[in-house]
């Protein structure tokens, strides 16, 4: 059973449209020197994966942290197959 809380890496997206406001609105240390028009505090699609940030399961991609402890983290009555979807 998983006691702690999660704590993920946000995923930053370039966009065109971005800047580099996060650092300073944030404090955010920002990737390269890019416009990042967006910050992706918690994903699981292909392309992009929340990575656990510290912790029992530091590293862990949330795609693995759910396939391991769906029950724990989404509730006993999560089916185990399909996307978690944040919208």
């Known amino acids: 059973m998983m006691r702690e809380p999660l704590f ?3 995923v930053y997206r370039e ?3 971005g800047g580099r406001t ?11 020197k890019l416009p990042i028009g967006e910050s992706w505090e918690i994903v699981d ?3 992009a994966q929340s990575v656990v940030a ?3 399961l530091k590293d862990w991609p949330l795609r ?3 396939e ?3 029950g724990d983290l989404l509730g006993p009555d999560w089916p185990g197959t399909g996307v978690f ?3």
């Not at 650092?23 to 990737?31: K, V």
């Open 68 to 70: 391991t402890h769906a």
């Open 45 to 47: 699609r292909p392309e």
């Open 15 to 17: 966009r065109v449209w």
């Open 85 to 87: 979807r944040c919208w």
């Open 22 to 32: 996060l650092e300073e609105a944030f404090g955010r240390t920002l990737p390269g």
């Open 8 to 10: 993920f890496h946000p």
């Open 64 to 66: 693995r942290v759910i």
């Open 54 to 56: 510290a912790g029992a």
